[in-house]
């Protein structure tokens, strides 16, 4: 047998496994469309022009939008083989930081840019955090999100003395809160983010660095990638992620508050779990997130409009996620 054959013959063997992962995801994705379509039908059905109706449809995409930007954050961390309970805590933190009396002051003589900056400023230095414990300080994702999560809460009470803070600065509220063609700003910002975040990690260095470094450890330590730093990079990446959900949604509320993003950890893993991201790292997309988001904003739009009980919503979402982890081992095992 020639030289060439054999290298053609091992090439091909090479790109096997690559073209029926890359198969595996294209059905997870249909998959996703499909279920997607039959919560809308279910909708129709169900609450009839309520559910179709422009406004409701806006309000869903809106809705959408702050949860889906933590949750392509959250892509990455996953991805990259980590987890973080932290995120909704740090939107409330951020939010609480940027409405305070002296930031908003600050915003009037140098422009609502100021908010938004200390918004995110604050995510970033939170993921930051996040990364260096979990990174140099060896501690476990699961303890030291935790410990996060805790104390950005109670941070964010004690800075608004568990009060509501109003936004009042006009130029913000106007800024953030305009409707180009009648669909609001956060809309755009969210999907600007999803391409962006799509690139990031499909079409660049940083995104092949957290494919490896979620799917093996030493060997991406091996292979020359900084491992500890590119950790605290993707935790201050969902940081960042962060503070931008939290402008949203002080744009969308007019206010910042300690209780903003309650429970925003457990939806914005579920979204990224059911679109197909591994919870053990290695493999994630962001496409996936986005139809995960959309898939459960929907699913708790149908369960508003018919009235059902935010019970029988959190047991619908367990089943769910359930579900996908299932169908995760199965797809796993098929492409091994």
Same mark, same amino acid.
């Given at each position: 047998?020639?030289?060439?054959?054999?290298?053609?013959?091992?090439?091909e063997?090479?790109?096997?496994?690559?073209?029926?992962?890359?198969?595996?995801?294209?059905a997870r994705?249909?998959g996703?469309?499909?279920?997607?379509?039959?919560?809308?039908?279910?909708?129709?059905?169900?609450?009839g022009?309520r559910?179709?109706?422009t406004?409701?449809?806006?309000?869903?995409?809106?809705?959408?939008s702050?949860?889906?930007?933590?949750? %392509?954050?959250?892509t990455?961390?996953?991805?990259?083989?980590? %987890?973080?309970?932290?995120?909704?805590?740090i939107?409330?933190l951020?939010?609480?930081?940027?409405?305070?009396?002296?930031?908003?002051a600050m915003?009037?003589?140098?422009?609502? %840019?100021?908010?938004?900056?200390?918004?995110?400023?604050v995510g970033?230095?939170?993921?930051?955090?996040?990364?260096?414990l %979990?990174?140099?300080?060896?501690?476990?994702?699961?303890?030291?999100?935790?410990?996060?999560?805790?104390?950005?809460?109670?941070?964010?009470?004690?800075?608004?003395d568990?009060?509501?803070?109003?936004?009042?600065?006009?130029a913000?509220?106007?800024?953030?809160?305009?409707?180009?063609?009648?669909?609001?700003?956060?809309?755009?910002v969210?999907a600007v983010?999803?391409?962006?975040?799509?690139?990031?990690?499909?079409?660049?260095?940083?995104g092949?660095r957290?494919?490896?470094?979620?799917?093996?450890?030493?060997?991406?330590r091996?292979?020359?990638?900084?491992?500890?730093r590119?950790?605290?990079y993707?935790?201050?990446?969902?940081?960042?992620?962060?503070?931008?959900?939290?402008?949203m949604?002080?744009?969308?509320?007019?206010?910042?508050?300690?209780?903003?993003?309650?429970?925003?950890?457990?939806?914005?893993?579920?979204?990224?779990?059911?679109g197909?991201?591994? =919870?053990?790292?290695?493999?994630?997309?962001?496409?996936g997130?986005?139809?995960?988001?959309?898939?459960?904003?929907?699913?708790?739009?149908?369960?508003?409009l018919?009235?059902?009980?935010?019970?029988v919503?959190?047991?619908?979402?367990?089943?769910?996620?359930?579900?996908?982890v299932?169908?995760?081992?199965? =797809?796993?095992?098929?492409?091994?």
């Amino acid at each position: 047998m020639s030289t060439s054959s054999v290298t053609g013959s091992t090439q091909e063997a090479a790109a096997a496994p690559e073209t029926r992962t890359r198969s595996l995801g294209i059905a997870r994705n249909l998959g996703l469309v499909v279920a997607l379509v039959a919560l809308c039908v279910v909708g129709l059905v169900t609450a009839g022009d309520r559910f179709a109706s422009t406004n409701n449809i806006i309000t869903v995409l809106s809705l959408a939008s702050a949860i889906g930007v933590v949750a %392509i954050g959250m892509t990455f961390v996953i991805t990259g083989g980590g %987890i973080d309970l932290s995120v909704g805590a740090i939107v409330a933190l951020a939010s609480v930081w940027a409405s305070t009396t002296g930031t908003q002051a600050m915003a009037e003589d140098v422009g609502w %840019i100021v908010i938004v900056t200390t918004a995110v400023g604050v995510g970033i230095a939170c993921g930051v955090i996040n990364g260096v414990l %979990i990174a140099y300080g060896k501690i476990v994702p699961f303890i030291a999100t935790l410990a996060m999560l805790a104390s950005a809460r109670g941070l964010a009470e004690i800075i608004a003395d568990r009060k509501t803070q109003i936004v009042r600065d006009e130029a913000f509220r106007d800024a953030l809160g305009a409707r180009p063609l009648g669909v609001p700003v956060i809309v755009y910002v969210f999907a600007v983010i999803v391409v962006l975040g799509w690139f990031l990690l499909n079409r660049t260095t940083f995104g092949r660095r957290t494919f490896a470094v979620g799917g093996n450890v030493e060997a991406a330590r091996l292979a020359g990638i900084k491992v500890q730093r590119h950790t605290v990079y993707l935790y201050a990446l969902l940081g960042a992620t962060c503070g931008v959900s939290a402008v949203m949604l002080m744009s969308r509320t007019q206010t910042g508050s300690s209780t903003h993003g309650l429970m925003w950890e457990l939806d914005a893993i579920a979204a990224v779990v059911i679109g197909g991201t591994l =919870l053990s790292g290695g493999r994630g997309t962001v496409v996936g997130t986005l139809l995960g988001v959309l898939i459960f904003t929907t699913l708790t739009n149908v369960f508003t409009l018919n009235n059902l009980s935010t019970s029988v919503q959190a047991v619908a979402k367990g089943v769910i996620i359930v579900v996908a982890v299932l169908l995760q081992q199965r =797809l796993a095992n098929r492409s091994t």
